[in-house]
DNA sequence: AAAGATTGACCGCTCAATCTTG
DNA sequence: CAAGATTGAGCGGTCAATCTTT
């Protein structure tokens, strides 16, 4: 939108408050890297592993679990997702090996989802392109500076999306 | 091209160089943001004005454009999608009344975009909501200098990830 | 032939409805 | 009843094939 009255001391339930010039180029990039991040990931696990970045999430998070066995519930929230999403996920990782579930023995309504041997061995297979390519698209120069602000940032902006979740 | 110190940008054929500590938090912490942003900003114009991020962006676009005209692959980079991506869209919101293709006068082979009066009403009417959202969740806190750095590291990612847009 | 654009089939995400266990 | 989990329908993105114009 080209020209809006610029009102800078008012709260959003009055007139809003537009973002100013330097916001709106900040959201211009912040938003393409949003849009593009995820999509060139995606692809290069597809081409090469036959994984999404989420279903590579998904295997990531169980590898480092406790008897690489973690509850639903506990899994989404680490993945970023949400419960009906990652049980369709599951579902298809079970029918490929992947993963194995079972109801949790300590408390009947929980369900765990276990690693198998075989999708240790996929997701072992899938990590070093994987890891190249996050390395080559986000760190490739950031400094320890900016990695701390992208960091912080990121955090701060999760944080108030959804105040459940926190990270050490 | 930045000199190279290890194994930038070569497959999995060589010693893989895995992520420290602190940029394994990092990209905890933006991979957390990088799925969850867009859907909480796309939850909230879906519920508010019945539009995705994607068609704000580009009806958006579109209105600061000169004469509310843009061709289609110009609107596609701006807009951060695929071609293909865009044209679904754009029929959908031609459908909707929103935009009008036309092919350009100039060269055939070239289509435009045009938003319409109403597509003109339908985003003034979102815009505040949006706005709001994207304040509310991205720049509540930040201060120049984070603004600074969230700007430049976003824009090196997708200008990384663009050139090629595919995979070796 | 190449560039711009479109199409449609396939696949996966979202959302609401539903099932199950405590 | 509430919490955890699942299901399926609908919708939208991706990708390859195709069409059109130069």
Same mark, same amino acid.
């Given at each position: 939108?080209?020209?809006r009255p610029q009102?800078?001391?008012?709260?959003?339930?009055?007139?809003?408050?537009?973002?100013?010039?330097e916001?709106?180029?900040?959201?211009?990039?912040?938003?393409?890297?949003v849009?593009?991040?995820?999509?060139v990931l995606?692809s290069?696990l597809q081409g090469?592993?036959?994984l999404?970045?989420?279903?590579?999430?998904v295997?990531?998070?169980?590898?480092?679990?406790?008897?690489?066995t973690?509850?639903?519930?506990d899994l989404?929230?680490? =993945?970023?997702?949400? %419960?009906? *999403?990652?049980?369709?996920? +599951?579902? !298809?990782?079970?029918? $490929?090996?992947?993963?194995? @579930?079972?109801?949790d023995p300590?408390?009947?309504?929980?369900?765990v989802?276990?690693?198998?041997?075989?999708?240790?061995?996929i997701l072992?297979?899938?990590?070093?392109?994987?890891v190249?390519?996050?390395?080559?698209? =986000?760190?490739?120069? %950031?400094? *320890?500076?900016e990695?701390? +602000?992208? !960091?912080?940032?990121? $955090?701060?902006?999760?944080? @108030?999306?959804?105040?459940?979740?926190?990270?050490?």
């Open positions: 939108m080209s020209r009102n800078h001391d008012r709260a959003p339930s009055g007139e809003t408050r537009w973002l100013t010039e916001e709106q180029r900040t959201w211009q990039a912040l938003a393409g890297m849009l593009k991040l995820p999509s995606d290069q090469e592993s036959n999404s970045m989420f279903e590579y999430f295997l990531s998070a169980l590898s480092t679990a406790e008897g690489r973690l509850r639903m519930s989404a929230a680490i =993945v970023n997702g949400s %419960l009906s *999403r990652l049980s369709n996920v +599951v579902k !298809r990782l079970e029918q $490929r090996g992947c993963i194995r @579930r079972e109801p300590d408390n009947g309504r929980y369900t989802a276990v690693l198998t041997d075989s999708g240790w061995s072992v297979a899938a990590a070093p392109g994987h190249t390519a996050v390395r080559r698209f =986000v760190f490739e120069d %950031l400094t *320890r500076e990695m701390a +602000v992208l !960091r912080d940032v990121s $955090r701060r902006i999760v944080d @108030r999306i959804d105040p459940a979740s926190r990270w050490p």
